[in-house]
């Protein structure tokens, strides 16, 4: 291991992967393991820190995540957030109870001034909470840290051993000052040196793809995407033009993206560049399908398709690579839906694509196999790939596929990229795009009565959307300026043929999705 390592221990908590992107931020690497990973391997990897996540479940009910006191006995500094902060009280000896009250949302909490945990913390703080347990007695050797008005154990330490627990969620933006209690750990208890920096690794990234590649050819399915606009990205400057990206237009991405990332690649790149424009075969394959199901699967199978048949035209002499970034390899720390048990299945993932079996490449390369999305940005922009393409918002894998409700059709595929080009533009004029996370427009196949001059109109009712978000696990829908809502509107039902009706979704994630289908 080239950087000093963090492990956070996953407990099956729904934030493990931001407790990592935190960790990353404050320039410590840091991988994600399952809660039964071995002792030993723990030991072997030579973590200079530890932290435990959150998770569902009750330390006092056998079936939950647990984990061998021994962990405790290997000299590294661990924090315990939520569920570790009560796992590491139960193992060591202290005593978990059900609250009176439950604690969820912000809370204020007060923490004693002397912990270095808090460090310029101000003495009261709002932090983010989520538990129905509590610790109402703690292991010898501990002291309480910090409390709030129902919970008497906020935080709790073990100075000499260097063991740390909060109850509370430092990795969330909702806990005012989370940021500098997690950087206080690695910093300070661990005493990283914040050794884990881009500009290293893409030196070191190409480095390694030299040798590994040598003199060989690879193959790359580029998609568009950041994920595999940055993998290409990195291969090019590695080996230049012994890379061929494939990429497959199916007619179901935005308004002249397809043209957009051939121009790219094609100047920016030393590369050979395939461009496969499959629209007719689409759909043909998506006629009358109305399911939503149906239409991803025959969206996938189709893609797949056309794209094997090209790789197999171009050779398979050398290596396959993909765009593969880390939150695709983790391996969840839940364990089955009984609550018994746990599982090793890592999730599917489009950028983890399953061969044909009548091809065999020398290996398959990931360059991205290590970084989270915000980290694919950060060398994207040092590669010099253009703002619009690194920046790229979340694009569904059918693309418009599934922004059009029911049958996918030539006419509506078209009505559906110049409104949503419409809408972009206006967003990007208004000087809000920053502050959305995702906005795009959606043709729910409903058709409106309306009036155009002294005619009656019966046509494309378009819905747009647009969200606000840290991480995508919850949303909160936009709250976009009247003005420029009502420019948008008078745009889309002047500019784009057939809409003569537009309405705005304020649906929040949960209830709904970011998406419609």
Request: hydrophobic fraction near 35%.
């Amino acid at each position: 291991m080239a950087n000093q390592l963090c492990i956070v221990l996953d407990f099956g908590g729904q934030y493990n992967q931001l407790i990592a992107r935190r960790v990353r931020e404050c320039g410590v690497y840091c991988e994600i393991k399952r809660y039964d990973t071995p002792i030993e391997e723990l030991r072997a990897l030579n973590p200079m820190g530890i932290i435990f996540t959150g998770g569902p479940n009750s330390v006092y009910d056998m079936t939950s995540p647990h984990i061998s006191a021994e962990i405790f006995e290997l000299g590294v500094p661990i924090l315990g957030i939520c569920y570790g902060c009560q796992l590491m009280a139960y193992t060591l000896g202290g005593t978990v109870e059900s609250c009176e009250k439950s604690e969820y949302g912000k809370i204020e909490v007060s923490h004693s001034g002397d912990s270095v945990l808090f460090g310029d913390v101000p003495e009261k703080s709002i932090v983010w909470m989520s538990h129905t347990d509590f610790v109402s007695k703690l292991p010898g050797g501990f002291r309480v840290t910090a409390k709030s008005a129902d919970c008497p154990c906020a935080a709790f330490e073990d100075p000499e051993r260097k063991l740390y627990a909060v109850q509370f969620h430092p990795e969330v933006t909702h806990s005012q000052y989370g940021k500098e209690i997690l950087r206080s750990f690695l910093m300070n208890v661990c005493q990283f040196s914040g050794d884990w920096v881009m500009d290293d690794f893409i030196e070191n990234t190409v480095k390694k793809l030299r040798e590994q590649i040598g003199d060989k050819k690879v193959i790359l399915g580029l998609s568009g995407g950041v994920d595999s606009s940055v993998a290409a990205g990195l291969l090019s400057r590695a080996v230049g033009k012994q890379l061929t990206c494939v990429f497959v237009d199916q007619g179901l991405m935005r308004k002249d993206e397809g043209d957009f990332v051939e121009e790219t690649f094609t100047k920016l790149f030393d590369m050979n560049f395939v461009r496969v424009n499959c629209k007719d075969k689409f759909l043909t394959a998506l006629k009358g399908v109305t399911d939503p199901e149906q239409k991803r699967k025959i969206i996938g199978t189709e893609f797949y398709n056309v794209f094997w048949d090209k790789i197999r035209e171009q050779g398979t002499d050398g290596f396959f690579a993909q765009g593969t970034i880390y939150p695709d390899r983790i391996e969840s720390g839940k364990g089955n839906q009984a609550g018994h048990g746990s599982t090793a299945v890592i999730k599917t993932h489009h950028n983890m694509v399953k061969m044909p079996d009548d091809i065999k490449f020398a290996g398959t390369i990931e360059p991205l196999g290590d970084l989270f999305k915000d980290e694919v940005r950060k060398v994207g922009e040092m590669l010099g790939i253009p703002h619009d393409l690194v920046w790229r918002q979340p694009f569904p894998g059918p693309g418009l596929g599934v922004r059009i409700i029911g049958e996918i059709t030539e006419e509506k595929i078209k009505v559906l990229q110049e409104a949503d080009a419409v809408f972009r533009d206006e967003i990007r004029k208004s000087g809000i795009e920053d502050q959305l996370k995702q906005f795009f427009a959606v043709l729910p196949d409903v058709r409106t009565v309306g009036v155009m001059g002294d005619h009656r109109t019966y046509d494309h009712l378009i819905a747009i959307r647009a969200v606000t978000t840290d991480d995508f696990m919850t949303a909160d829908w936009a709250r976009i300026p009247y003005d420029v809502l009502a420019r948008v509107s008078n745009r889309l039902c002047n500019e784009v043929e057939h809409v003569n009706r537009v309405v705005y979704d304020i649906t929040s994630k949960p209830p709904g999705t970011v998406e419609w289908e």
